[in-house]
């Protein structure tokens, strides 16, 4: 029976489950052909481009989705579809579509709907991956419809149809997808809505017309199990804590009631509450078999700096509980590949050949606390014990009744010594445990894998266009959290480069030789031509200009910094200026209307002088202030003007000064007759400059 550490249970007349990328999205494309209403789409992300067919003898083929979703539309008056995707950090902008909502490009917006959604605690994804079809067939589970997701279960090394939208070949990739009709998937509707709703404000419009099922359920995928009860569980970060965590409490439930065995497959393997449990089982009495089947390898190389150091440490944990001999951590490969990994994707569980789970969530601290997760859990011993078989089956190369029949008699661990020495097998995954990388790599990887919402300033809390409030004079609009986390995110990236670079070339590391490397590598001539994009990159992500100034005024000699730091906050300027003149009706409904009130007022007369005044009031962050005026219609080269006249003396003596605080720390002489002139003179303009403008 299912407990209350889920959100509800609701049956499914039909069960069933798509392994691999090839399956699913060829039953979507035949659960889609068949809706007459609704087909709703939530996901972490949605690629226009991709596609759902990569045999070219399908009569369907080539089916890309958007234009796929908006041809069945236009056959069927009756059908709306609905598309909500996570509208995604800065960190994911090379990887994915820039502007969605333009690729997508739908016109009909009576019928079809396009939505990005950033209502979520901060920090957080939507990391859901959910299809319903008519309000009464679903999928959910890890797949997204986006590129590097689609590959057959043969994994083969030299599949020419694994390619991005591009054209760009990539790693073979591994994941799994539920099915369920009747009234599971009308409760993962009622999820669906909630979410369009917390995203555009308007609930979906109630479904008078339910389609059928049975005619609606793909014919590539068998039922695996009919009447069945699903029991769903979500995670949901919310700032400010008593945010929703089913997805782990379930997990900890189902750990803690294993009498015989646990199959894990997961992407990451990071979560401290999920490490514990299955120590805490493998050293107790009588502790149930253990398989955990993670990448040998996770994708990049930032993840395999902060996930797999995390991973390393919870599996030396299990392996320290292992007293029995009952855990195997293992990864999947094959004799064609060679040493190329492939990327275990899925986020499922089987409990004792009795319950199995298919979901989004990782096992990682963010999939427990933070981010928007739902999985789904069955009860049913047939089904469990044919899903395990399925999924060994794959990996070893072996035949499904074999494998089947060795689960039932035999148990886990014997099975998979009997059948894993094929072609294809589960190799052992013993990682190297280098203990200087975990100590000085752990801190940064836990920034990554936050188990919580990250504290917010009061004027970043999602709620935006309210009413004045509060003393004029303290009215400010401080960096958002996601320019801070954009700065914090570069320093990391290129301390873990530093320290990897350091650790080759094997000198000790400080402060003072952090700096030299780092100094070295900008007395390259080509490093300022470098600076001023990165300074623009960085205004367009919100990151504080005073930051990126500083980081200048540390690698340069004073003189560069001073010209970097005015070429580079001139150029932001004009970026963030012509970005609020072409996409200000989005960015305005993201800011405080007294914030945007007030800045109109300021800049109402638009001359060069009050162009300065305007920054020199610190009402909000740089680059927002740059958008509103873009918003707003100021002329650029006034404004421009302006800027240099209020910025320019300041900048000068922030890099003149950090640069002698430089020189103190490294023990030069700090006294240089031209810096010390210049710092004067700037001091007396940044000063002067204040006086005016509270004359003013």
Known sequence: SMSNNYWRTARADAFGWAIDGEHYFCAFRDAIDRAEHEIIIIGWDIDSRFELIRDDSDPRYPSPISKTL??????????????????????????????????????????????????????ASHHQKIVIVDGVLAFSGGLDLTKDRWDTRRHAADDRRRVDPDGNAYRPFHDVQAIVTGDAARTLRELASSRWENATGEPLPALDDEGDAESIWPETLPVQATNVEVAIARTVGKSGGNGISEVEQSYLELIASAERSIYIENQYFTSDSIA???????????????????????????????????????????????????????????????????????????????????????????????????????????AATDFCADLLSEHMGAEFDEVRAGLTSD?????????????????????????????????????????????????????????????????????PVAGWAALGLIVIVVGIWIYLAAKGSGEDLNFSSLLDMLRDVASHPLAPYVAVPAIVLGSVVV????????????????????????????????????IGGHFGRVIAKRIPKRIIEKINRMAASSDVWSLAAVRLVPIAPFSVVNVLLGVSGVRLRDFLLGTLIAMGPAIVLLCMSVDRARAALAGESVFDPWIIVVIAAAGISVIGLRIWQKRR
């Open 70 to 123: 908006k041809s069945l539309a236009e056959e069927k008056p009756a059908l709306s579809v609905y598309v909500l995707s996570w509208d995604f950090a800065i960190v994911y902008a090379m990887e994915r579509e820039l502007l969605p909502e333009r690729s997508f490009g739908w016109k009909d917006r009576e019928r079809l709907h396009f939505h990005l959604d950033d209502q979520h605690a901060s920090g």
């Open 543 to 578: 990151a504080p200009i005073t930051g990126m100034l500083a980081v200048c005024a540390l690698l340069f000699d004073p003189w560069t910094a001073s010209i970097v730091g005015i070429t580079g906050t001139l150029a932001a300027t004009a970026v963030n200026h012509w």
């Open 276 to 382: 514990t449990a299955l120590a805490e089982r493998l050293a107790g009495d009588d502790p149930p078999e253990i398989v955990l089947v993670l990448p040998s390898e996770t994708s990049g190389w930032l993840e395999q700096a902060t996930m797999d150091i995390l991973r390393n440490r919870g599996l030396a944990r299990l392996r320290e509980a292992d007293t029995e001999g009952r855990l195997r951590v293992v990864s999947p490969t094959s004799k064609d590949l060679e040493d190329a990994p492939i990327t275990v994707h899925a986020k499922i569980m089987i409990v004792d050949n009795r319950w199995l789970r298919i979901g989004s969530a990782n096992l990682s601290g963010r999939s427990m606390g933070l981010d928007t997760e739902c999985d789904l859990v069955v009860e049913h011993e047939d």
């Open 411 to 479: 148990g886990l661990l014997a099975t998979l010594a009997a059948f894993n020495d094929g072609d294809r097998w589960l190799e052992t995954l013993d990682p190297d445990v280098d203990e200087t990388e975990q100590a000085i790599l752990e801190p940064v990887a836990r920034i990554a894998d936050l188990e919580k919402p990250i504290a917010l300033t009061p004027s970043d809390t999602g709620e935006h266009g309210g009413d004045d409030v509060g003393d004029d004079e303290d009215d400010e609009m401080h960096t």
